[in-house]
C-alpha cells in the first residue's frame, strides 16, 4: 500500500503584541533548528525590528514572518508594503494568511497574484516600499501576465527559473 507518512517542514507561532517587546527572548526559545519557524506579528512600526532580529538569527535556524491581510483588520496597502519590504531586507521567507481570496486587489481586498508579484519581484528586483504598494494595489488584471517561460507585471518581467530559486515566497 501507499505510505502515508508526511514531513513537518515548517510551523507557525503567533506573537502575542504583549510579547514583542521582548523580541530577542521570544525568538531564543525557539529550538527545533530543522524547521522553517514563521512568526505571525501585525503589521505596524514594530515589524522592522523583529525583522531584523529575526534576520540576525538566521545562520542559525530558518526564520520567516507571517501577515494577516485580512479578517477584523486590514492593513492598508503602505503598511503592507513597508512590512514586506522590512521581511525581504532582512532575508527572511514570507507567508500569509487570511484575505487574499481574488487573484487581483479588488478595493482594500488585496490579490493574491499581487501578493506573489509583490514578492517575487521585491526579491529579484530590489523594489522599494513605493514600487511594492504600487504592485498591491494593481486593480487592472490585464497588466499582469503568466507565459509558459516567465512571469510580467507592467514592464518587469521574470523568468521561470529565478522564480524558483526564489527564497522569499
Known sequence: HASCRRWIEAYEIKVPL?????????????SATHLTTYFEVPVGDHV?????????KREQRQFGIKVRTGGTTVP??????????GA????????ATQG?????TQGKEFGFVNFFASLTF??????DSNMIRQCLEEEDPKTFSFEVDSFSWRSYRIT??????SKAV
Open 122 to 127: 521585491a526579491e529579484r528586483q530590489g523594489w
Open 48 to 56: 522592522n525590528e523583529i525583522a531584523q532580529v529575526l534576520g540576525q
Open 160 to 165: 521561470c527559473e529565478a522564480l524558483e530559486a
Open 18 to 30: 504583549s510579547l514583542l517587546s521582548q523580541g530577542h527572548l521570544l525568538f531564543e526559545g525557539v
Open 100 to 104: 487574499l481570496h481574488h487573484p487581483i
Open 88 to 95: 525581504l531586507s532582512n532575508g527572511l521567507r514570507v507567508k
Open 76 to 85: 492598508t496597502s503602505q503598511l503592507l508594503a513597508d512590512f514586506l519590504h
